[in-house]
């Protein structure tokens, strides 16, 4: 009983690390998420409100994928894009929303 | 720390904005009254001319610090070093006098000014460099010591002048006056601040061991020498670091945005001495 479960779980873990294996983040992926975070952030920058957390993660994700780490790099590239396009979407927001808080 | 300051301030900045009336017209006259009303009904014990004096018309204590620190003020070797560079003649002869009235002396109440030539604002700094490369020399680096020394000196020598700014029956100034007005209101970077968040909704109060200067009379102090950068800076250094302070990365000294804004707050202070160069900590 105890064998089959060790077995079951070695097949489990053996899969999984093949599946791992599998999703590694190659240079392609990182260009591809890059462009996707470097366009996000032409947009921030049309609005004019870049965010300093953007451009950093940016060049950390540059460092990263020049070190050959492309799975961090492209997590940090994914989370540029996401800071590019809040900073865009504040900006839209606050189009509107500015006068509201002229005093009156 | 200074985040969760930071957030903690947004929240009252929050809570602040029921004071605000939702009316969204907008002309320099109604807003200049509403502006001034603003402060002076919130602070009542402040004195209209001491609002130019930032934090320290907000806090005794820091104000007690100032005093001492001003018997011997920060600044003056850079006023003195503002006033040689402004009497040193250019290559051709002429002086930055020349560019000005009055030879330049007793004239910074008067900027920032709507210049109908070229539809733009132009502070004081961009007139120093305009009359720079009018006489063949190289503009200044917005940023740096030279400036700031220049404007530094030049600000001393209006002292107690009140802020003097007129927006000319022209469309386009008025235009510059409200995107002043915006840039001042809108939030911005990755903390969700704008100006006003600190300076309309939170003068007085401290971000870490800072206290928050009123917005009103806060162009007549500058340029200001600040102990945190151990030197005197100029308009565009302050609010770079503003921009910087709040997660967004800060546009080009001197773009149209900051002139905006100097030239929507310094209208908001006529009437206000000024009393730059300024000392901060």
Not at chain 2, 94 to 113: A, S
Not at chain 2, 143 to 157: C, E, P, S
């Amino acid at each position: 009983m105890r064998t089959r479960t060790i077995i079951r779980l070695a097949m489990v873990v053996s899969v999984a690390g093949f599946a791992g294996a599998a999703v590694a983040a190659t240079a392609d992926d990182f260009k591809v998420a890059y462009a996707k975070a470097e366009a996000a952030e032409k947009g921030a920058a049309a609005v004019k409100n870049r965010w300093i957390a953007t451009e950093a993660a940016l060049k950390k994700a540059k460092a990263e994928a020049d070190a050959g780490k492309f799975d961090d790099a492209v997590k940090l590239a994914q989370h540029a894009e996401a800071l590019a396009n809040a900073s865009t979407a504040q900006a839209r927001e606050q189009e509107k929303l500015w006068p509201d808080a002229v005093i009156r | 720390m200074l985040r969760k300051t930071l957030i903690a301030v947004a929240i009252l900045a929050g809570a602040a904005q029921p004071l605000l009336a939702a009316d969204k017209a907008s002309d320099p006259k109604a807003d200049f009254k509403a502006f001034r009303e603003y402060f002076t009904k919130r602070f009542p014990k402040v004195a209209l001319d001491d609002f130019v004096n930032g934090p320290y018309s907000m806090d005794a204590g820091l104000r007690k610090q100032w005093e001492a620190i001003d018997a011997f003020p920060p600044y003056d070797f850079v006023v003195d070093k503002g006033k040689q560079m402004f009497a040193a003649p250019f290559k051709n002869g002429k002086t930055y006098g020349d560019c000005f009235p009055n030879k330049g002396v007793g004239i910074r109440q008067d900027y920032p000014q709507f210049d109908a030539k070229s539809g733009q604002v132009i502070t004081l700094d961009v007139a120093l460099n305009n009359c720079r490369e009018a006489n063949g020399e190289k503009p200044f680096d917005y940023n740096k010591d030279d400036m700031a020394a220049l404007t530094a000196y030049m600000a001393f020598t209006s002292r107690g002048k009140p802020m003097n700014i007129t927006i000319p029956k022209d469309p386009r100034a008025l235009a510059a006056y409200k995107k002043g007005e915006e840039y001042f209101y809108t939030r911005r970077g990755q903390l969700n601040f704008s100006c006003a968040s600190c300076h309309v909704q939170n003068p007085g109060n401290h971000i870490r061991t800072e206290v928050l200067a009123p917005a009103l009379g806060i162009m007549n102090a500058m340029p200001i020498y600040r102990s945190t950068w151990g030197g005197m800076g100029t308009v565009s250094r302050r609010l770079r670091t503003c921009n910087s302070q709040v997660g967004a990365e800060p546009l080009p000294a001197e773009s149209d945005e900051y002139r905006n804004v100097e030239y929507y707050l310094s209208y908001m202070a006529n009437g206000l001495p000024i009393s730059g160069p300024g000392t901060r900590p």
